[in-house]
C-alpha cells in the first residue's frame, strides 16, 4: 500500500497555534519535509516530537526533492509536509510536490489550522461573505501597477501578501489605484508585537512612514463600490503619485499615466486639471 501525504497547518508565530491532530500526524509521520528544518526542529522540540527523517522542502530544491518524497510514499512512507509559518501549498512551493503525489494517485490529506490571509480577515472588519486572495503582487513596479489595475473593478475583499521591503511601494501604488479605500494592514499575527494598522490607503501609508517597517504583512482592502468617479479619482491620485514621489514634471507625468494606466492622453490631460 502507498502511504499518504499530510498538508500540516504550523502556527504563523505563537506555537501555540497548532491543533492536537497536526501534532499526532506530526509524530507518526515517517518523513517531515520542512521548508526550513532549523526553523521546523524549533516547533518539534517544544511539542517533544521526534521525527525518523526531517527533510528539506522549498523552493529551490523541489523539483529534485518532490520526486524522492513521492518515491517514498509509493513504498508506503507517509510524509507530513510543512512550511515555515502557516499552511503548505499557500504562496510556498507545496503544490509542486501535490500535485506530483495526485499525479501518482497518492492519498493528500489536509490537517487544517493556521493561515495568514484567513487570520488577518477574520479582524479586519472588511466583507467577509466574499473575498478573493492574490498572494504577493509582482515585484516590478510597472507590473505591480498593471495587476492592480486589473484588479481595481473586483467586487470582491482583496487579500494580499507583501514583504518588508516591499510594503510601503505597494500600498503607495495601492493608493494611487485603488483610491481611498478602507484597509487593514497587518503584521506579525499572533507574535508579540502583533499590529493591525487601519484606514484608507492614503492614511496607511502615512503611518508605514512615521513607524518601523519590520516582519511579514498581510493587506486586507475594501473591494470596488459603485461610486461615480470612481476611475476620475483613481487618475488624480495617480498623477499625483507620480509628480510627489516620483519627482516628475506634471507633463512628464500625464504621458507616464496615460502609458501606466493604459488611458487616452487627452483623458489624462483632462483630470491633471483638476490638480
Do not use: C
Request: hydrophobic share 40%; proline share 5%.
Amino acid at each position: 500500500m502507498t502511504g499518504t501525504l499530510y498538508i500540516v497547518s504550523t502556527p504563523i508565530g505563537n506555537l501555540e497555534d497548532i491543533t492536537l491532530r497536526a501534532i499526532r500526524i506530526l509524530k507518526e509521520a515517517d518523513v517531515i519535509a520542512a521548508e526550513d528544518t532549523r526553523h521546523t526542529q524549533k516547533l518539534l522540540a517544544k511539542y517533544d516530537i521526534h521525527a525518523p527523517l526531517l527533510t528539506s522542502y522549498h523552493d529551490h530544491n523541489k523539483e529534485e526533492k518532490a520526486p524522492v518524497l513521492a518515491a517514498k510514499m509509493l513504498d508506503g512512507k507517509n510524509v507530513a509536509l510543512v512550511t515555515d509559518a502557516g499552511t503548505p501549498g499557500i504562496s510556498d512551493p507545496g503544490y509542486f510536490l501535490i500535485n506530483l503525489a495526485v499525479d501518482q494517485k497518492i492519498s493528500v490529506v489536509p490537517v487544517p489550522g493556521a493561515t495568514a490571509a484567513i487570520a488577518a480577515l477574520s479582524i479586519s472588519g472588511l466583507p467577509t461573505d466574499s473575498f478573493v486572495f492574490e498572494g504577493f503582487l509582482p515585484s516590478r513596479h510597472t507590473a505591480r501597477l498593471k495587476r492592480l489595475e486589473e484588479l481595481k473593478h473586483e467586487k470582491r475583499t482583496l487579500v494580499f501578501y507583501e514583504a518588508p521591503h516591499r510594503i510601503t511601494n505597494t500600498i503607495e501604488d495601492m493608493a494611487a489605484i485603488l483610491g481611498e479605500r478602507k484597509a487593514v494592514v497587518t503584521r506579525e499575527l499572533t507574535k508579540i508585537h502583533e499590529e493591525a494598522i487601519r484606514g484608507t490607503l492614503p492614511d496607511i501609508r502615512r503611518h508605514l512612514d512615521a513607524g518601523s517597517i519590520k516582519g511579514e504583512f498581510t493587506i486586507v482592502v475594501h473591494g470596488a463600490t459603485a461610486e461615480p468617479n470612481q476611475q476620475d479619482v483613481n487618475t488624480v491620485e495617480y498623477l499625483k503619485n507620480l509628480m510627489l514621489h516620483r519627482g516628475l514634471t506634471k507633463k512628464d507625468a500625464i504621458a507616464a499615466a496615460a502609458e501606466e494606466l493604459g488611458l487616452p492622453k487627452k483623458d489624462v490631460y483632462k483630470e491633471s486639471l483638476k490638480l
